[in-house]
């Protein structure tokens, strides 16, 4: 699970990086392929961050420890508030 998760936010910040870099390097040229590339840069770059969600997500439905912890966090929250 931690291989996949890593693989997955490895191709997606690479591929983020790498758009941006020529999205940069076409920025002066007028031209609808360049919009479509700004447009790919937007999205690859809105799914990395996608990746820090799903971190969560998995750590929360598969590491029993992890849920213990954050029950620990949040009852420790909501009894010094009262």
């Given at each position: ?14 591929t ?67």
């Amino acid at each position: 699970m931690v291989v996949t998760t890593s693989v997955v936010y490895a191709v997606l910040c690479i591929t983020s990086s790498i758009l941006y870099v020529v999205d940069s390097w076409t920025r002066n040229i007028r031209a609808s392929d360049v919009d479509v590339l700004h447009q790919c840069a937007t999205l690859i770059d809105s799914l990395a961050y996608f990746v820090f969600a799903y971190n969560f997500l998995v750590y929360l439905i598969t590491c029993k420890q992890f849920r213990s912890e954050l029950h620990k966090l949040f009852c420790s929250c909501s009894s010094s508030t009262v």
